[in-house]
């Protein structure tokens, strides 16, 4: 059974529409990530929640931002997409303190 | 920010044969060094984590070695099999709790 479950798995959206991807866990796990994902490329991480806590890396566009109503939730919001922003994103959980990552199967991300 | 350089960025090898992957970093910091597998169009699987107490891990024909005067850990995977072919991605934690990846390695097992 998925542990980790995004959805929708391919998403299209048009140039500037705001555009929602969520995620869900049934791990428990403390920790919520969220990554973007370029073709041939490696997993690029934007943000993370520690319980209610979140975190943004520094290189973080203001175009994306993340809610996490609970524990088991998690929402990857992108205010005005570009062309540039296509592409896989991941969201995956653990643990805290140096925890395996548990990756669900992305939303695939298509600009208009 | 941390530096991973993650080598050869693509590989080939014979079916049965042995493939070696080398990760070297920067952070003297980091204490978890996990490796992912990734089928195209999949989502990236943990298959073996090494933390910096340990110089040496074994899972069945998947291996870990870290070197952590070095600053380098590599992944050795043994008689290899047509269903390894994947890219595979080095991984050490920077800070609390994140990842920094390398930049990946796509193995080809060659029946």
């Known amino acids: 059974d998925a542990m980790v479950i995004q959805n929708p798995r391919y998403q299209v959206t048009q140039f500037g529409k705001p555009v929602t991807l969520s995620c869900s866990q049934t791990l428990n796990h403390n920790v919520m990530y969220w990554y973007q994902q370029k073709s041939s490329q490696a997993p690029k991480l934007l943000f993370h929640y520690y319980d209610k806590d979140f975190n943004n890396e520094a290189d973080t566009p203001d175009n994306f931002q993340s809610r996490r109503p609970n524990t088991s939730f998690c929402f990857l919001d992108i205010r005005s997409p570009g062309l540039g922003d296509a592409a896989m994103y991941l969201c995956a959980t653990s643990r805290a303190g140096s925890q395996p990552q548990h990756f669900g199967d992305g939303t695939r991300l298509s600009i208009l | 920010g941390e530096n991973v350089e993650q080598h050869p960025s693509t590989l080939s090898v014979q079916e049965g044969d042995s493939a070696v992957i080398k990760c070297t970093y920067s952070?003297?910091?980091?204490?978890?060094f996990p490796w992912y597998k990734q089928e195209l169009g999949k989502r990236p699987q943990l298959i073996i984590d090494?933390?910096?107490?340990?110089g040496e891990k074994k899972d069945q024909r998947i291996a870990v070695t870290l070197n952590k005067t070095a600053k380098h850990f590599s992944l050795h995977i043994t008689e290899t099999q047509p269903e390894d072919s994947a890219v595979y991605f080095c991984a050490l934690e920077t800070g609390a709790n994140n990842l920094f990846f390398g930049t990946g390695t796509r193995l080809t097992v060659i029946p």
């Open positions: 090494i933390r910096s107490n340990v």
């Open positions: 952070d003297s910091a980091s204490n978890y």
